[in-house]
């Protein structure tokens, strides 16, 4: 029986499938900075979140702006999927066109929210999982 050294085993990575709310008005896109203390901090995203068991995509999209926005937003067209491989896992992104209310945007998870032309939106940092949405973004707007 061969052993298997550390350095030849495959990690298994975690898989994290987690879905984006894009939200556009007057050609411009809501960009979320993420807040202190957490993984990425300081980067650029779409708001929304992990997926839970027995959540479609949309679901789950509608919760978390519930719970990082406090609005409820209604969940429109899949965007685009992207996956980037993290040191800590696997994220697969799922992005959904997404409309806002009339409610004021309340900020529980994000230090910071700003609208981009799509001049701007490579103006910010954003996280890798989320940079593949933003090119298909920037393609679809200038159509």
């Not at 809501?30 to 957490?38: D, E, V």
């Not at 519930?66 to 969940?75: G, Y």
């Not at 994220?91 to 910071?112: M, N, R, S, W």
């Not at 490579?122 to 933003?134: G, M």
């Amino acid at each position: 029986m061969k052993e298997i050294k550390k350095s030849e085993q495959k990690e298994v990575k975690q898989q994290i499938h987690v879905v984006g709310a894009v939200f556009v008005q007057d050609q411009r896109v809501l960009a979320a900075q993420r807040g202190a203390g957490r993984s990425l901090a300081g980067f650029w995203e779409f708001p929304g979140g992990k997926i839970e068991a027995g959540e479609t995509g949309p679901q789950a999209l509608a919760r978390e702006l519930r719970e990082e926005l406090c609005i409820e937003a209604r969940v429109g067209e899949f965007v685009a999927r992207s996956v980037y491989e993290y040191d800590f896992g696997t994220v697969t992104l799922d992005a959904y066109f997404c409309e806002i209310p009339g409610a004021q945007l309340k900020l529980t998870e994000h230090q910071e929210i700003r609208w981009l032309n799509v001049a701007e939106l490579f103006s910010v940092e954003w996280a890798p999982a989320d940079v593949p949405i933003i090119a298909e973004l920037a393609r679809l707007l200038l159509d």
